[in-house]
């Protein structure tokens, strides 16, 4: 059975500081999505990593893809409230027939 | 153009009965699927269809159903409801079938709040 952990489960931080959610597995994604979920919402993609050692970059946010295609990290620079909801990482399977979410980060931004 | 549609977005059954949650997706899509999403166990897929037949298929009971029309509109259904059958079912649509192949975004719903007593 493929797993996908993410770590921290909760960060609450102050706005302005920098922070990382990290999201680990034992096994080989073909791909890795990252999503943001909001209160009262369904989650929204935000980014797709393909190759391994992959770095995307939106605006504030750094996305990066493990060289084995088993993890992935994303970095906020400078958090502000407006980036606090419940982030998922989701693992493609190399069939593309099934997606795998990772338990999620709660973050909380405080102004 | 319009999101992806669900109803109801809430709802409250009690044990042993059924209940059958829809989505609207967005205009064109072709591919719907179904999650679920818990505290405990977080956002498990349910299943996909396209084009009215079922593509994939996550792991729960067959008490756990869906089905897709001719127009791309999916519904889903649950038979004798248990207590832990609590939570957000959400739907997406995307455009091709292959959930989550490269290219290929889906785009969820809002979500079904369905609280079983």
């Known amino acids: 059975t493929q797993l996908l952990e993410q770590s921290p489960q909760f960060l609450s931080i102050q706005e302005g500081e920098n922070l990382t959610v990290y999201c680990n597995s034992s096994s080989v994604f073909s791909s890795l999505q990252w999503y943001r979920q909001e209160p009262g919402e369904g989650p929204v993609l935000l980014v797709t990593?393909?190759?391994?050692?992959e770095v995307k970059k939106l605006k504030r946010l750094t996305f990066q893809f493990g060289d084995a295609r088993k993890d992935s990290s994303l970095h906020i620079t400078a958090a502000q409230p407006g980036d606090t909801g419940l982030y998922l990482c989701?693992?493609?399977?190399?069939?593309?027939?099934?997606?795998?979410f990772g338990s999620g980060t709660r973050l909380s931004i405080r102004p | 153009k319009a999101g992806v549609t669900q109803t109801p977005r809430y709802l409250i059954k009690t044990r042993g009965q059924q209940v059958t949650l829809s989505c609207s997706p967005i205009s064109g899509h072709r591919s719907v699927s179904w999650y679920q999403q818990t505290p405990g166990q977080g956002l498990q897929f349910l299943f996909e269809?396209?084009?009215?037949?079922?593509?994939n298929k996550g792991n729960f009971p067959g008490r756990f159903s869906g089905r897709q029309f001719s127009n791309s509109r999916s519904e889903m259904n649950v038979s004798t409801l248990e207590l832990g059958d609590s939570a957000l079912y959400l739907c997406?649509?995307?455009?091709?079938?292959?959930?989550?192949?490269?290219?290929?975004?889906?785009?969820f719903g809002e979500g079904s709040w369905l609280t079983v007593v």
């Open positions: 990593v393909v190759t391994g050692g």
């Open positions: 269809y396209f084009s009215e037949t079922q593509r």
């Open positions: 997406a649509s995307s455009l091709a079938s292959g959930t989550a192949r490269m290219g290929n975004t889906i785009y």
């Open positions: 989701a693992g493609v399977s190399s069939s593309a027939s099934k997606i795998i």
